[in-house]
């Protein structure tokens, strides 16, 4: 009898020591396990380059394992789809874009829209740039648009895929301004480097990352206009789109965010958030990513929704329709 007592005893402590142990794991401090990062781009190019960087602070700030996971294809559409399919605790993240949030479900019946996701900030903004080779006959981005104006395919062009916002520009320019260029897609800066400098397109709409500012330093690569509002200090004699007669065309650069699935508790958001912002200013994440893509301010959450918010406005009736 006595035994009996003792066994039940015993079987209620292990129970309730379970039971307690449960409930420490459920409310423990975010985080209190690794956190898987998403980029939906290969490895080692500077997207890539960004993620681990901030991936690498998130660690030190977080106190858990940052593992950075590369998951290409499908214009952003494979790694989004595995970021909104995770459980929305903060323990799986993404790298986002206003092109594979916004612009592939437009494009594309991919199963999910930016409202899918929880913003968190950003982390770089890349301009993008049209760029010829040295030799190139186009001197300047008049001589270019003017040849894809009168002679209409005739100029092809390289873009860093079907789907994204240069090519989305792209079409607006050949709808708003008859400016038809014959658009080759590409995986990428890589290849568009390659084809560009073996003479294979005319010339290129490509994000102006350090490979390319590299090119264009050692002069393979002539860069014709900006895609941003205003000139870039550092190419202070390269004219805007809008300074080359394309008014509004100031979309085709790339802002690289943060994001987890929707649904995401407001304490784990902020909890990262705050970790990004410090990121933002810490002088490795600056050296690694490059000071002329970290902007001067750090923006958050809200921030980074109204970028792909005015994204998705100005494209929805282009690819909505």
Known sequence: ???RMLAAVGLAALTLLAACGGGAQENAPFPSESIRLIVPYAAGGPTDLTARAYGEFLEQDLG???VVENLPGGSGAVATQELIGSEPDGYTLALVTAGT???TPLANDVGYTAADITTIGVMSEVPSLFAVGANSQYQDIGAL???ARQQPGTVTLGVPGASTPQAIELQRMRDEFGVEFTVVPFNGN?????ALLGGNVDAVLINASQDVVENIEAGSFRPLA???EERLEWLPDT???VEAGFPGLTLSGSTFGLAGPAGMPDPVVTRLEDALRKA??????VETVGERYIGPEFRGADELRAILDNTQAVYEPILGA
């Open 1 to 3: 009898m006595q035994r």
């Open 64 to 66: 858990q394992p940052v």
């Open 101 to 103: 949030t916004v612009l």
């Open 145 to 147: 648009t003017d040849a």
């Open 190 to 194: 890589a290849e568009m480097t390659t």
């Open 226 to 228: 900006v895609s941003t």
């Open 239 to 241: 004219p805007t789109l």
């Open 280 to 285: 933002h200013s810490d002088p490795t994440v």
